[in-house]
């Protein structure tokens, strides 16, 4: 076999090199629209900590203690030298460092969004494949029925029906996620099968859709087509000759699942009081707790990031086009 | 079916407006005023009972529609005019116009919209103005990305370069060439971007983050009685489900209208 | 018959409307047998049909597919996958579109071999080498290892045959299979099917707009319009009495030969000198020396990448200049339209390509018509519907077209539309780039009788950009041919016609088909 010599890979460099350096362009904006979103809105951290009937003079005070009177740019830069070493300063409202805040929280939430995605992947990229081999069957309409409804309803909505039906009137979960987290499994799986279930029928709509989308694409093309017209049978066609050219797209499709996730658990956590990062966020909204709230919004826009960058090298590492250069020897 | 489901939704959404619009008349109750016991049943006080405080569920479901549709729609025009505005420019022009636009846009949309919010909203606090204005400018990145691509496409077109041999002005461009053509997709955004900002204030809403008490939109109103679900009632499911057919209706109308006119479906 | 490999007997075949009524048809073994028709005239969905296959929404009414003995439209479908994959092979118009992107272009030929014979992947490679090799394939040891995306258009056209041999079909059906070549690379894969055809003794059929390709290859023709047979015979005889006005037309299309255009000297009214252009820095034509005669045609001639269409947006203002001048009346030409007075834009006028794309789709044929009126002339009101009027019994259109919308009108109206708008401005000069390429050769043949008409009665320069050098033969004055940005030759027709000076003329003008008895015998 010839073994990709140097100059092949070149163009997957090219691509870590420039998704790397936008990926990182993007990090960067953000935090700085962030910080100074929040040095130029009206209102900021002194007074927010002092409420509204602070005399001038102690607002004036604290802002000094915070450093808040220095210019602008010099402030980001010491938030950012320092949010790199994971250090994020201290939580106002607790007075604790804010990286030990945040990450017994961050652990919950992905785990809760890790096992979401584990029962969520399979059902709706396989859901989307099926409806889109039995294009307009029963089976078709039924599913684009269910994710008609499910795309319309609200986040909460799903969950406070499953809290309606599987905890106030069978009784089988907890309503709200408040047991101790101890108590082995069987606590653990009590705990996280309503928020997952939640989170599962909320994801899987966007995903099926999309995924039926892609494959349908596939199929409609010229080589398939010419399979057909070969004499390939169906099965084949849609197992070698489809869902590969698919693959990319159903990665794509998996990994943004996934980044999606993360944003409806701060959604489902609040529902069933899930001590999640999300939960934490919100929490630290109410009480503006500016400190946590600009490290969550960091850390979920890692995430996110993070997720979409792998999203495009997945999709690249398994399409010839861009694996291998136009021109040959 | 597909006529069907449009005229359904039609249906429903002309009742939802008509309902939004005339709330204080249909209203039996004032919003904010306690009329019956606390948690009292459908039938017992009202017609769909009443909140921990004893307002009228209904009376309050009504005026929170009034808040959901009318952020909603308030949202979705000034993100579309300010969306649209900068990806025609950003299509036209091209250069460092398209590229510092949509370097700006791609790091909004980097960060999840609701997260984005919930940043900005707790240090600006939280009033009507910065959720509307914050969420506008949320959703302007979305009609952004969606219309650039589209603009472009059309800018491509050889009749853009005959106006151009002829040497039109700006004006004739945007107004003549480029908008008459992406008129149905961007119809179609607009009413996905309608039914996405009712989802989205609601969520920010029953996040706290959204419409302030004693007033209450629809999400609101689901935060408000979430505690009485454990309980047994169903009085925060009325509102959730009131969104849910906002949003349904709303997207059979664009389901039709995607259809009619064979738009790639272009989701957000 | 022993001898028919594939016999069609009234088939009709429905969508909405009936697409295909009432065809019948028969191949025998060893020969080419043609189909010709414009567009919408149902040639795909035959070719489809061939192979026992209807597209989505589409049904059979009535007929009988046979193809080696075995009725198509009565075999189950494992039996029908089994007739594909034995007895028949499809060459699609597209080769890029039609082979999957994501597998090795060995594997994909020799795919039916491993799955009919299970054929050891070793002995693959050798058969697919051994294809390569009759094609004439580059390198064909390692062709096979290249994906799809790393080789040309007329390479992957060839592996395409190469995999239509792979399961030693009884018929090929070629599709369109030369229509996206240039013409050098058109003969080459002509040649191919010829010689394969004879040397396999299989069955062919080959399906094209183009009646000279069909005439060169096919033993016999079918001629097809609006999903009907015109009719059918041997292509000698249809060629030379045809029994129906359709394909009366056609040939005449094809043949009128009139000697090419003697030229009176003329003042030159563009002149190019050392002329470079291009995009983004590089030059994609240079040293361009060029005179457009005034009240002349000059033929800009080219195969795909010449950059013919380069130089024809450069003088229109569309494309960077980057060296040389550019006159216009012998007074400066400015290179960007944009610095261009409006007196200069409304003298030079372009006409592009694909009236699909040169048409707002949301402008009334009124308005597409009446803003240069009003832009350049300042005709408005009862003058403007007057001259609007006229515009229209120029292009030779019906008045009441002026409130259609271009999407409810032909190709050929849209052009003539086109056309039309373009003369509103009242120029002196037309750049028609390549604005017959894209319609079926009656149209064809009407748009460039009209633009002739036209010359006639007003005093038009016309810069005639087109691939097709065969089409300058009849009307142009001069002809400049194109080769990698650079004007090969430069005289006037009739030397370029009767004694070219450069081999590359002359390879040219050797592959273009002509409908000439033995053409394509003197080129095997």
Redesign the interface.
Known sequence: MNLPSRKQLSPMRDFIVSRGVSGAVSLLLVTFLVFVGTALLPGDTASALLGQNATPEALAALRRDLGLDQPLLLRYLGWFAHAVRGDFGTSLASGRAVSEVLLPRLGNSLLLASVAAVFLLPVAVGGGIAAAIWQDSWFDRLLGFTSMLFLAMPAFLVGYILIYVFAVRMGWFPSMSVAPFFGGAAAWINILALPVISLVIIGQAHTMKLTRTAILAVLATDYVLMAEVKGISRRRIILRHALPNALSAILSISILTVAYLIVDVVVIEMVFSYPGLGKLMVDSVSYRDLTVVQACGLLFALIFIGMNFLADFLALLVNPRQREPARGA | MRRFGFLLSVAAFAALILAALFAPVIAPFLPNEPVHAPYATPGEGGLLGADSLGRDMFSRILFGLRYTLGISLTVSVLASFTGVSLAFLAAFRRGWTDILLG??V???M???????A????????VSLV?LIMTMAVLESTLFYRVMRPVAADIVA???V??A?????GLGWYLR??IL??A?PTLIAEFGIRI?YAV?FI??LS????GVQPPAADL?GL?REN?LA????Q?S??AP??C??LI??SV?GIV?WFIHKYSIR?E?G | MENTVLSIEGLCINARAPILQDISLQVRRGEIFGVIGESGAGKSTLAMAMVGLLRAGCHRVAGKVTLAGQSLFDLSQLQLEQVRRRKVSYVAQSAAAAFNPFYRLGDQVTELAALELGTPLAERRKMAEGLFRELQLPNPETFGMRYPHQVSGGQLQRAMIAMALINDPDLIIFDEPTTALDVTTQLEVMRLIRKIVTARGCGAVYISHDLAVVAQLADRLMVLRHGKVVETGATRDLMESPAQDYTRALVAAKTTTSPPVHAETSVPIIALRDFAAGYGGVSTVRDINLDLSAGHITCLVGESGSGKTTLARAIAGLVDVHGGTATFHGKPLAPRIESRPREARRRLQYIHQLPDLALNPRQKVREAIGRPLAFFGGVTGAAAEERLRMLMRDVELPEDLLDRSPGSLSGGQKQRICIARALAADPEVLICDEVTSALDPLVEESVIQLLLRLMQTRPLTLLFITHNLGLTRRFAHEVAVMQAGRIVEFAPAAQIFAAPQQAYTRTLLEATPMMARGWMEARL
Do not use: C, H, K
Not at chain 2, 110 to 116: L, R, T, W, Y
Not at chain 2, 206 to 209: D, E, R, S
């Open positions: 370097r700006l791609d790091a909004i980097s960060v999840p919209q609701i997260i984005f919930l940043v900005v909203l707790a240090v600006a606090g910065t077109m050889d009749y370069e005959v151009r041999l002829r040497g039109e003549r060439e008459p053509n008129a039914s989802l609601s969520g029953f996040l706290g983050v999400g689901v979430a679900i454990s309980v047994g169903l925060p499911l959730a489900a969104i849910a949003t349904l997207n389901d479906a989701l």
